[in-house]
């Protein structure tokens, strides 16, 4: 693990397996600790996972950033300062949401681009769901079809202060929310046809964050004909439904020369 | 002491099955209750009350802001105090308040509070809240983790606006303007007196002592419930070294008074079930957008066992139905009679160490003669025996001073 240091925050930067560089921009709640799913990913590549501000290891940053212009320049801070200046990417929920803005916005910062159930769209006839006002009870099966699955993840990882692991879980909420609120519609369709990363929309078909019909919207507003695969029977947490489907569906375009 | 008369403005016609069918009074509320010629007679008649109650003696009467909310019918309280601004005399006019992070750009408050302040001579107490999750962050749709960066930038700025002789140039985060130049400006030297309504935070309390604002801490739950807020409040005054002047701090009280207590109990029973039951059915899943409550008040709470017990036990009973007994045994509602309802009240002013003291006289689905009953009846057997309390001690530093005659002006009869 190493950090980069943006504007005086402190950004973990996680790092396993060998070869070229895959980025990693993680979705709601960030991450805890290092999952299945990351780690078949590093079976093949050398997983880069930095940490956006507010969310675990990110920092508490996200209380300077005011609009989305101070959201992509931080991104963009982190993924330079993590060595990921034109590499792959993948981008997860508001992480992919980020991933989709950088690509649309400087053309030479990402290589294949691989966006999960990414925010950004929002068409009222199929509203993305409103995460923020939601029972905590309801939570796991929001975001998971096993929600014993997200439970785990929210464990407090072994030797971390229970406390400030609640916390960290509170203010990865508040920088999502601070991303997103009120709809997380932020005007990316203007910029989705700028892309020209060759770009894999991967969704799980239960989404009930961000319905799957929204890779289609995606896809629509992309000047490119997009790769869109649909892991089956998976919720917006495909890394934690499906890891293995989901990290294969990912490798298996990567492997595929553009 | 000072007593207010205070209105939420309920809508009184909710039907007896709401709790049941319904998931919540604010935020999605079911449009399809509110019936607008019902509304027409229930704003007049809330609006009757608070003239009748600043005619009965009351030292202020009270508006406050609430958004997409069947128990709270003024999405602008500003609108009524204009109306009170003409139609009362010598009540403060207290908006418990405008939501600062609300209005765009937010010198529209400090110029309405201007208006209001010219048209009623200087009657106008200015409150400031940070406003409700509900009003703001979901009917509103304002960024939770913005909230109080944007309230405390409108403040300032409002502030300013109402101090600076000169046009200025703002440069906020959040506002830029370049010629800010308030026209109107209030009678009020150097501004109206500054109230903040708040919850149990200590941020809040330390820039109310900072600041020399009042604090109003506005529960619905009465003032045994009150009572650890407001010693938590206290016990932070004596840190910051401020003294135990009561004026500093505000109190709202639900209270029925009738001419035994067995007829309190009587008369008051519908009113307090259905508030509690119909009006504070809130859905939980509006309660804690992610960022509202900062970071070290949660730190705060999750350290001090004392203040996370009195958390829990207010998130239950927020979105809990208490039992008329209980509201009664619990003192969410003062009821008795007036003899009694005195000695209760001095109490809980003395207990609190409250001078501002707000009431509840309408609440839940109180019709008008039952309102007019209550406050008569207050006004004159109680309000007499408080009055008096704290007056020869302390200033209250946190009052209008309105202009007065020959500069005041009078509104003309209006000939039917």
Redesign the interface.
């Known amino acids: 693990m190493r950090h980069v240091r943006i504007d005086g925050e402190s950004h973990r930067v996680w790092e396993r397996g060998q070869g070229e560089g895959l980025g990693l921009l993680a979705g709601m709640g960030g991450l805890g600790h290092w999952t299945p799913f990351l780690e078949r990913l590093s079976q093949e590549r050398r997983v880069v996972v930095p940490s956006l501000p507010g969310f675990p290891g990110g920092g ?1 940053g ?2 300077k950033l ?1 609009d989305l212009v101070d959201w992509i320049s931080v991104t963009l801070d982190l993924l330079e300062g993590a060595g990921l200046a034109g590499a792959d990417l993948v981008g997860h929920g508001p992480g992919g949401l980020l991933a989709a803005e950088i690509a649309a916005l400087s053309r030479g910062m990402v290589g294949k681009l691989v966006l999960i159930a990414p925010f950004g769209l929002f068409d009222p006839s199929e509203p993305v769901a409103d995460c ?4 905590a009870s309801e939570i796991p099966s929001l975001f998971c079809t096993h929600p014993e699955a997200f439970e785990r993840d929210l464990a407090c990882p072994p030797g971390d202060d229970e ?1 400030e692991w ?2 960290t879980r ?2 990865a ?6 991303l997103l ?2 709809i997380g519609d932020l005007g990316l369709r203007k910029r989705l046809h700028r892309i020209v990363s060759p770009t894999l929309l991967l969704w799980g078909s239960e989404d009930r964050v961000v319905p799957a019909s929204y890779a289609k919207r995606f896809a629509d507003a992309m000047g490119q004909r997009p790769g869109i695969h649909s892991v089956e029977g998976a919720g917006h947490r495909v890394d934690l439904d499906a890891p293995e489907a989901a990290a294969d569906a990912i490798l298996s375009f990567l492997r595929t020369p553009a | 002491m000072k007593i207010l008369w205070f209105h939420l403005m309920p809508y009184t016609d909710l039907p007896d099955d709401f709790k049941q069918k319904h998931p919540s009074v604010w935020v999605d509320i079911d449009s399809r209750l509110f019936d607008p010629a019902k509304a027409h007679r229930m704003y007049n008649d809330f609006m009757d009350e608070l003239e009748f109650a600043a005619e009965s003696g009351f030292d202020g009467v009270c508006v406050n802001e609430h958004h997409q909310n069947g128990y709270g019918l003024m999405p602008s309280p500003n609108l009524i105090a204009a109306s009170l601004a003409r139609r009362t005399t010598h009540a403060a006019i207290v908006v418990m308040g405008n939501s600062l992070a609300l209005y765009n750009p937010p010198i529209r408050v400090a110029e309405e509070f201007a208006m209001l302040d010219c048209i009623s001579g200087g009657r106008l107490v200015a409150g400031f809240p940070v406003g409700t999750p509900m009003d703001t962050c979901y009917a509103y749709g304002i960024n939770p983790s913005q909230l109080r960066e944007r309230y405390h930038e409108a403040h300032d700025l409002i502030m300013k606006s109402w101090q600076s002789p000169d046009p200025f140039v703002w440069n906020g985060r959040f506002t830029q303007l370049r010629y800010v130049n308030l026209w109107p400006r209030p009678i009020q030297k150097p501004h109206p007196p500054i109230w903040i309504p708040g919850g149990g935070s200590v941020e809040t309390w330390r820039w109310c002592a900072e600041l020399d604002y009042v604090y109003a801490y506005l529960s619905y739950f009465g003032y045994q419930a009150g009572q650890a807020t407001m010693n938590g409040f206290w016990e932070e005054m004596r840190r910051l070294g401020k003294d135990r002047n009561p004026f500093r701090a505000g109190f709202l009280q639900f209270v029925g008074v009738a001419e035994s207590r067995e007829e309190a109990l009587d008369l008051y029973r519908e009113p307090a079930e259905y508030f509690y039951n119909r009006c504070l059915h809130v859905d939980a899943r509006f309660a804690a957008p992610p960022g509202y409550t900062s970071e070290a008040t949660i730190r705060s709470k999750v350290v001090s066992q004392v203040l996370q017990a009195a958390s829990r036990a207010t998130d239950a009973r927020a979105f809990g139905a208490p039992s008329f007994e209980e509201i009664v045994s619990k003192g969410y509602v003062i009821v008795g009679s007036p003899d009694e309802v005195a000695q209760q009240l001095r109490e809980v002013a003395v207990s609190l160490n409250v001078g501002q003291l707000m009431l509840l006289l309408q609440f839940g689905n109180m019709g008008r003669e039952l309102t007019f009953y209550n406050t008569q009846l207050f006004a004159k057997r109680v309000m007499p025996q408080l009055g008096a309390l704290f007056e020869d001690e302390w200033e209250n530093r946190w009052w209008p001073k309105p202009l007065v005659a020959p500069a005041l002006a009078r509104p003309r009869e209006i000939a039917h």
């Open positions: 508490a996200h209380h005011d923020f006002a939601r029972r406390v609640q916390l509170l203010r909420s508040e920088a999502a929310a601070r609120w009120p």
